[in-house]
T-cell receptor, first 112, second 113 residues
Framework: DADVTQTPRNRITKTGKRIMLECSQTKGHDRMYWYRQDPGLGLRLIYYSFDVKDINKGEISDGYSVSRQAQAKFSLSLESAIPNQTALYFC???????????FGPGTRLTVL | QQQVKQSPQSLIVQKGGISIINCAYENTAFDYFPWYQQFPGKGPALLIAIRPDVSEKKEGRFTISFNKSAKQFSLHIMDSQPGDSATYFCAASKQTGANNLFFGTGTRLTVIP
């Protein structure tokens, strides 16, 4: 969805490196989410934010941190990347009072 | 633990056939059940959703059947087409408060021409 953009789209890095994945949205939504997708495991929630001052851990937050720089921007950091963080990462947004989430195109991250 | 269980993991259907994907949940507080469709290289997108006050919802060739007592719901794709080939995820959440989605593990559907 062009309204939710993610950068970079692909990234290869080495174990121990710090990585930041960025998400921007033009939908005007308050709520933003970070998920990771692994084959056979579906989508799992890492962190979510209901507004700029509200950050919450999801199911699998260990090894990750986030920053909500503005209503439209939500970034995910891997402080010291490890190989089992190799996955497809998605950002999503939703409007307050609704359940539908709108996903970005994803970032494919490979940690060697 | 997986809050929403989905089966099968993969499905191959002939063009014109019916595709059926099943999901089950445990948390009785869930009251919103969407299905998302994901094409290769794209993010998931909402396909159809149901709330537990109805047992069935139909949109075109796509139907959700919901069984509250069994805590199960399923997606039926009638007259399946090659363009339906994608990965399908069921999910569940509460409609209010921290309404985070809990996703199933996904079903990769292939429709053979």
């Amino acid at each position: 969805d062009a309204d939710v953009t993610q950068t970079p789209r692909n990234r290869i890095t080495k174990t121990g490196k710090r990585i930041m994945l960025e998400c921007s949205q033009t939908k005007g939504h308050d709520r933003m989410y970070w998920y990771r997708q692994d084959p056979g495991l579906g989508l799992r929630l890492i962190y979510y934010s209901f507004d700029v001052k509200d950050i919450n851990k999801g199911e699998i937050s260990d090894g990750y941190s986030v920053s909500r720089q503005a209503q439209a921007k939500f970034s995910l950091s891997l402080e010291s990347a490890i190989p089992n963080q190799t996955a497809l990462y998605f950002c999503a947004t939703s409007d307050f009072g609704t359940n539908e989430q709108f996903f970005g195109p994803g970032t494919r991250l490979t940690v060697l | 633990q997986q809050q929403v269980k989905q089966s099968p993991q993969s499905l191959i259907v002939q063009k014109g056939g019916i595709s059926i994907i099943n999901c089950a949940y445990e948390n009785t507080a869930f009251d919103y059940f969407p299905w998302y469709q994901q094409f290769p290289g794209k993010g998931p997108a909402l396909l159809i959703a149901i709330r537990p006050d109805v047992s069935e919802k139909k949109e075109g060739r796509f139907t959700i059947s919901f069984n509250k007592s069994a805590k199960q719901f399923s997606l039926h794709i009638m007259d399946s087409q090659p363009g339906d080939s994608a990965t399908y995820f069921c999910a569940a959440s509460k409609q209010t408060g921290a309404n985070n989605l809990f996703f199933g593990t996904g079903t990769r559907l292939t429709v053979i021409p």
